[in-house]
Nanobody, 126 residues
Framework: QVQLVESGGGVVQTGNSLTLSCGAS????????MAWFRRSPGEERAFVAYISRYGRNTDYADSVKGRFTISRDNAKKSVYLQMNSLKPEDTAVYYC???????????????????WGQGTQVIVSS
């Protein structure tokens, strides 16, 4: 039902910025809770950020608070992740995810989301 296309990944120097985009097709975008997860080499997929259906609520992993900002544009059916002050520890494949309906208390868990994008690679050099 829902198809996600991610873009914006690349290679940057420590301290620089990068913005990821995720466009959705199918269904009603305003009924989607959106999130970003990431997977570093040799590690499990981890929560990065989420945003509620109309953008009223957001939350972030402690490791990215103050540096990353999630936003959405329901008219464009897109969600974004602005990443500032990037560190080598941010190197990972970043995934866009969709949850159909209301936010759950367990919004940091992968199992709360119904659809996933293909992932986009971010590499931060030291």
């Amino acid at each position: 039902q829902v198809q996600l296309v991610e873009s914006g990944g690349g290679v940057v120097q420590t301290g620089n910025s990068l913005t990821l985009s995720c466009g959705a097709s199918g269904g009603t975008f305003s009924n989607y809770v959106m999130a970003w997860f990431r997977r570093s080499p040799g590690e499990e997929r981890a929560f990065v950020a989420y945003i509620s259906r109309y953008g009223r609520n957001t939350d972030y992993a402690d490791s990215v608070k103050g540096r990353f900002t999630i936003s959405r544009d329901n008219a464009k059916k897109s969600v974004y992740l602005q990443m500032n002050s990037l560190k080598p520890e941010d190197t990972a494949v970043y995934y866009c995810a969709v949850r159909i309906g209301e936010t759950t208390y367990w919004y940091t868990q992968s199992s709360s989301y119904h659809y996933w994008g293909q992932g986009t690679q971010v590499i931060v050099s030291s």
